[in-house]
């Protein structure tokens, strides 16, 4: 990843909260679709920003794992990114919440163990069948208060023994963040991973949103 992400700035730029996502091309062609759905589910004012991940696989890995899926490995770019979107965090009487999708709701959870700069987590149908990131989570601290956590009810079907872990490791991610003591709920929604993508993440940010 260069020194440069591509950030497309959505919603007032004068709220007191800032909403971070990380997306693919394909996320950043429904976002005014997910934040109209955002504005559905809560009355709180936002300013909405968009980060464009250019290697999704390694711009948002924390650590290198073998590749589960395809033949793309995932990298270690995470500390990268997550040093430019701090970089997003300049205003101390804002509030930002960070959240995404997929592989992105994987590194809003990483990036809140690494930093204070996120009051909440948006963390919708996360990757955490990622190798080794329970056990991240059970021997560091979370330094943020209030974490949303969802699943599709079919995610765990699938034939790839590594992504069909997924449940339970997000039951048990939902177990450690109330026992931090940690604002969390976990929620299911109907179908696979790939259904819903831009309702399930405003739903995610609305929860948090709503809280805070």
């Known amino acids: 990843m260069g020194c440069e992400m591509n950030v497309y700035e959505f919603g007032n730029p004068r709220a007191q909260t800032i909403l971070i996502q990380p997306v693919d091309d394909h996320e950043l062609s429904l976002i005014e679709k997910e934040i109209k759905a955002i504005r559905n589910l809560s009355e709180k004012d936002f300013q909405f920003i968009a980060v464009k991940i250019e290697n999704w696989n390694y711009d948002l890995s924390p650590w290198k794992s073998p ?15 997550l040093e430019e979107i701090i970089k997003i965090c300049t205003q101390p009487d804002k509030t930002y919440i960070i959240g995404g999708y997929s592989l992105a709701a994987l590194f809003s959870i990483w990036a809140a163990y690494r930093t204070d ?24 601290e979370i330094r943020s208060g209030t974490v949303y956590l969802s699943l599709g009810d079919k995610e765990a079907k699938t034939k790839n023994p590594v992504m069909a872990t997924v449940v339970d490791n997000a039951r048990k991610a939902y177990e450690l963040l109330k026992a931090k003591g940690v604002n969390t709920t976990f929620e299911w929604n109907q179908g696979n991973h790939f259904k819903d993508v831009d309702i399930r993440t405003a739903k995610a940010f609305a929860w948090a949103l709503n809280l805070l």
């Open 67 to 81: 590749a589960v899926f395809g033949k793309e490995d995932f990298g270690d770019g995470a500390d990268k990114t």
């Open 117 to 140: 700069s996120f009051k909440a987590v948006a963390a919708a149908s996360p990757s955490l069948w990622f190798s080794g990131f329970i056990d991240f989570m059970e021997n560091n």
